[in-house]
Structures are given as C-alpha cells and as structure tokens.
C-alpha cells in the first residue's frame, strides 16, 4: 500500500510538472476556500509597506454571504479575524506568511497569491516570501511546490 501511495504521488507531481503550468486552477479574484482579501502591493519603487489593504468593505469577499445569514456569528468572525491579523506577538507580516504556506499545502493558487500580497503589503521581503514558498515545499512536497510559486509576481 505504501508503495501504491508513492507511485500515485510521484505520477501526480511528475504530471503537475510537466503540464508546464505554475497553477491548476484559473486565476480568480479571491480564494474561495481561504481567508483572503484583495491586497495591494506597493508599487516598485515605493518608499515601504503599505497599510494592509482588506476587500471595499474590509472583509473578506464571501463574508457578506455569512453575515446575510447570520449577522452576530459573522460580526462575532470579524472581530476574531482582525483581532488574530493585526501586529502582535507575531508581527502580521508572518501570519500572512503562515497562511500563504496553508494555503500552498492546501492547493488554494489564488490563496496563495492574495497572501504573498498582502504579506508584502505588511512588509515582508521577496526573500521572506521565497523561503516561506520553500516551507510549504518541506512540509507539502512537490505540489506544494508548484502551488507555491502563484506567490511570485506574474505567475
């Protein structure tokens, strides 16, 4: 069985590989699976980081669904998210980095992309966004790998 399992891995990286293609999935304007807001990046050049950008209304894009249904329990995730994502302990620059690695294990390409974005945004480097795409790779293997490179700009 174990051997099964490597096979139908190895045939699953091999062809991710030769597909030629960075992602498997079509670009789109939020994760549906991930906690993720549009970001936007400072413009090359530019003298630092940003404030952190969220979507128009400061959620992310499918929260307005949850609150429709129920008001309190979607104040209630608000709350809790911008309580967990601002500057603490961690600074939040790495928790975006944290969940750009979640969601590079978890195949989430336009996840992966809106985190490196919005870790920028935060103040992350290039090289903090690279080794951050090598965690994912350490922890999710190949495909976490090809996942992973949606962080970098025009992928």
């Known amino acids: 069985m174990r051997n099964r399992f490597k096979t ?13 293609s960075p992602s498997i999935a079509p670009r789109s304007t939020a994760d549906g699976c991930g906690d993720v807001a549009p970001a936007l990046v ?5 003298a630092g980081p ?4 969220q979507a128009p209304s400061g959620n992310p894009p499918w929260l307005a669904a ?4 129920d008001p309190q329990f979607g104040a209630s995730y608000q709350g809790m998210r911008e309580r967990i994502l601002k500057d603490g302990a961690i600074p939040a620059k790495y928790k975006f980095l944290m969940g750009m690695v979640t969601d590079t294990i978890a195949a989430h ?9 919005n870790a920028r945004a935060a103040g992350a480097s290039e090289a903090e966004i690279t080794e ?3 965690v994912g790779y350490l922890y ?11 962080a970098f700009p025009g992928n």
């Open 8 to 20: 139908c891995a190895a045939v699953s990286a091999a062809a991710l590989i030769i597909s030629g």
């Open 42 to 46: 400072p413009p090359s050049g530019s």
């Open 50 to 53: 940003v404030p952190v950008p």
């Open 66 to 69: 949850v609150q429709q249904h």
């Open 109 to 117: 390409p336009d996840g992966v992309r809106s985190l490196a974005d």
């Open 132 to 134: 951050a795409v090598e």
């Open 140 to 150: 999710g293997g190949t495909a976490a790998l090809v996942m992973g490179v949606n």
